[in-house]
């Protein structure tokens, strides 16, 4: 019986490794939190997966020389190695694992769990690795009362009714967290309010400092979202103008405070003059003269304001034809680029809308060159199936970060931006909107565990491929027999392309309910009586972004503005997000764009048909409790895609009048 709770690091025997004495003991001569709990992780792993004793000690710096076997953690402050990276090595019995800092021996530590987790030879060890991104963040939207804000796994482990909550799934999650990578975690929703406002004072602090030591131990620093107007909420001022000296003055106090408890706090995540949030605009302040504000006290202590750049007008009237929320982030923050402080980050979320099963990547990426990025992208399935449906994301990422923004310089992908390899910046990395709860498998749905895996593993490095992290996923989780791997890898590689077959077409994004955003609802519209987010009339589909259109397309530099200006070039999956296209159009496949998304729809249940084929034949080969809970989702997942399917299909039957050329029934 597997013990969920601790997901992929739930270690299993592993066979052939009964002859491997020289892994039985575990030695370290540097005293440090992070070393220990980098030789406890391996004391761990090596008695499960080998099935024998296994002990670790502190020795005395030299003493290894005279070791006959063992693994040896050992840290060295004059090496080469970056910062947070580490060299895995073998000479005889013994295996080194070297890190200029603890935090790299830790990584390390559970890079040699991996390999025999996943069955790889140890006979022969010469690793070096470096994390390709500084900042490797989870961003919990986490509300103090206990709630997530799309969540979809449980409620939250950090709190309860206006409490810390501290047990041993904060140490748990903070385990599964450094073994691939994550060292920053936001633990509060970036809509602050109410009590949540309150978590920068003394009325939270000591249990948060005592958090943040638990997370210090496996190389994660502790973050907060801020709520920009907590002069006036908490600190009885009238005003939050970040020019004004009573606010500077009591922001000055509250920082201080809090690093007088957490001296390595990482500092704040903000959203700001976006859904309802205060910000900078109120006292007519840009958002670089709000985050510099916060930024300019917080650099003494070493913190960094991360600063979203999901600002956009949501009562805007879509009517008029230039109007396009699409077009805000760059509209927003392009004429502030190089204004912002150096320990100031901009959060961009990987697509210029919000979150959508398909959407082109922020023009924001590659159009800043002078300020610190972040890639922000979403771990919780709001609009990917809300843990109800299987969707792998990964596959996604590899899109947005392998994409070329010819911004000019050679390394021009969004992996290199967010890496800081193209403008030589060191604040940046990703952050990813986190997928779990309380849940006891922590994410709802078992395979959405794969998504916060992944998450951690691509953003330690971008160079992975989705399938190789699903792979080592399935290695870890369930089992390395050959029949598991192979379904479950084709289950999850399949799950995106599925879900976007059954629900919104090539690039359109939504149709959704609104609210929770479960669903379909073709018309489905978040804000007052302005439209929708298609624009379908009896003709045709789709939203005009080109110069004919509301021009979004100008934002990218060439020949990217021009491949989406025009119909003939604009990558088929983004159709409708780019043109208002008539469904007689005649795609690249030959069929009409009416019959494509007939088409897709029909496919896309088919497609989940084949994963319950798939998954079934994985009875007695797992975990029959995971087993049966995946069996039960995928069950809901083929009928709401069968309901996806039927009122899509319909809706456009009906607008367009034109019927299926295969004659299926269509609702
Ligand atoms: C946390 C979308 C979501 C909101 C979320 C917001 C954001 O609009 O629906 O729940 O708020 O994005 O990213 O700030």
């Given at each position: 019986m597997m013990n969920w709770g601790k997901a992929w690091l739930n270690y299993k025997k592993i066979d052939g490794m009964e002859e491997t004495k020289l892994l039985d003991e575990i030695y370290y001569y540097w005293e440090?939190?992070?070393?220990?709990?980098?030789?406890?992780?391996?004391?761990?792993?090596?008695?499960?997966?080998?099935?024998?004793?296994?002990?670790?000690?502190?020795?005395?710096?030299?003493?290894?020389?005279?070791?006959?076997?063992?693994?040896?953690?050992?840290?060295?402050?004059?090496?080469?190695?970056?910062?947070?990276?580490?060299?895995?090595?073998?000479?005889?019995?013994?295996?080194?694992?070297?890190?200029?800092?603890?935090?790299?021996?830790?990584?390390?530590?559970?890079?040699?769990?991996?390999?025999?987790?996943?069955?790889?030879?140890?006979?022969?060890?010469?690793?070096?690795?470096?994390?390709?991104?500084?900042?490797?963040?989870?961003?919990?939207?986490?509300?103090?009362?206990?709630?997530?804000?799309?969540?979809?796994?449980?409620?939250?482990?950090?709190?309860?009714?206006?409490?810390?909550?501290?047990?041993d799934r904060t140490r748990d999650y903070a385990r599964l967290c450094a073994s691939v990578g994550i060292n920053g975690v936001v633990i509060n929703n970036v809509n602050v309010r109410g009590a949540a406002t309150r978590l920068i004072t003394k009325e939270y602090l000591p249990q948060l400092k005592k958090m943040a030591d638990i997370f210090h131990g496996y190389g994660i620093k502790l973050f907060l979202s801020l709520n920009f107007a907590a002069p006036m909420e908490i600190g009885g001022l009238t005003l939050a103008d970040p020019l004004d000296s009573q606010v500077i003055t009591w922001w000055k106090g509250a920082f201080k405070e809090i690093y007088e408890y957490?001296?390595?706090?990482?500092?704040?995540?903000?959203?700001?003059?976006?859904?309802?949030?205060?910000?900078?605009?109120?006292?007519?302040?840009?958002?670089?003269?709000?985050?510099?504000?916060?930024?300019?006290?917080?650099?003494?202590?070493?913190?960094?304001?991360?600063?979203?750049?999901?600002?956009?007008?949501?009562?805007?009237?879509?009517?008029?034809?230039?109007?396009?929320?699409?077009?805000?982030?760059?509209?927003?923050?392009?004429?502030?680029?190089g204004k912002f402080n150096d320990n100031v980050i901009l959060q961009i979320k990987n697509g210029p809308m919000d979150f959508q099963v398909r959407e082109p990547v922020s023009p924001l990426l590659g159009g800043l060159r002078h300020t610190n990025q972040i890639l922000e992208v979403q771990v919780t399935q709001e609009y990917t199936g809300q843990q109800r449906h299987v969707c792998y994301l990964i596959p996604m990422w590899e899109e947005v970060l392998k994409f070329k923004t010819y911004c000019g310089e050679k390394a021009d992908t969004v992996a290199d931006i967010v890496s800081g390899r193209t403008f030589y910046q060191t604040n940046c990395g990703m952050a990813g909107v986190a997928n779990i709860g309380n849940d006891e498998n922590w994410t709802g749905h078992d395979l959405a565990a794969a998504n916060w895996y992944g998450f951690g593993r691509i953003s330690w490095d971008t160079t992975l491929t989705a399938e190789e992290i699903a792979k080592e996923w399935i290695l870890m989780t369930f089992s390395d027999d050959e029949r598991v791997i192979e379904n479950i890898t084709g289950i999850l590689m399949n799950s995106w392309p599925a879900y976007e077959k059954y629900t919104s077409p090539l690039g359109i994004g939504w149709m959704v309910n609104p609210g929770h955003h479960y669903g379909p609802n073709v018309d489905g519209y978040e804000y007052d009586r302005w439209g929708t987010y298609h624009r379908a009339d009896c003709k045709g589909i789709g939203v005009e972004r080109g110069q004919a259109g509301t021009g979004y397309t100008l934002q990218y530099h060439e020949p990217n503005a021009s491949m989406y200006e025009k119909i003939e070039t604009c990558p088929e999956e983004l159709l409708l997000f780019f043109h208002y296209i008539s469904y007689t159009h005649k795609l690249k496949s030959g069929k009409t764009l009416i019959q494509h998304i007939y088409d897709t729809h029909f496919e896309g249940v088919e497609d989940v048909e084949e994963m319950i084929k798939k998954w079934k034949a994985l009875e007695g080969s797992i975990d029959s409790d995971a087993f049966e809970r995946v069996t039960l989702r995928l069950k809901e997942q083929l009928s709401n895609s069968k309901d996806w399917r039927d009122i899509v299909n319909s809706y456009f039957y009906r607008k367009s009048g034109i019927a299926d050329g295969k004659n299926r029934t269509i609702y």
């Open positions: 440090d939190p992070i070393i220990v709990n980098a030789a406890a992780e391996l004391e761990t792993a090596l008695t499960k997966m080998q099935e024998i004793s296994v002990t670790s000690r502190r020795i005395e710096k030299g003493e290894e020389a005279k070791l006959p076997s063992g693994v040896i953690l050992q840290v060295e402050e004059s090496s080469s190695l970056d910062k947070e990276g580490y060299r895995i090595t073998r000479e005889e019995n013994k295996i080194f694992i070297e890190g200029k800092e603890p935090t790299g021996v830790l990584y390390g530590a559970f890079h040699l769990i991996r390999l025999i987790g996943c069955g790889e030879s140890i006979e022969r060890l010469a690793i070096e690795e470096a994390p390709s991104n500084p900042n490797r963040m989870l961003n919990h939207w986490d509300n103090i009362d206990g709630s997530i804000e799309r969540g979809y796994a449980g409620k939250s482990i950090f709190f309860d009714k206006e409490n810390i909550l501290l047990n957490i001296p390595d706090f990482g500092g704040f995540l903000v959203k700001a003059d976006s859904e309802g949030r205060p910000g900078p605009f109120t006292y007519h302040r840009t958002h670089a003269e709000g985050a510099n504000m916060l930024a300019e006290i917080i650099k003494p202590y070493g913190g960094i304001i991360v600063w979203r750049c999901f600002v956009y007008n949501c009562k805007q009237d879509w009517r008029d034809r230039l109007t396009d929320r699409a077009k805000a982030g760059y509209d927003n923050f392009m004429p502030l680029d």
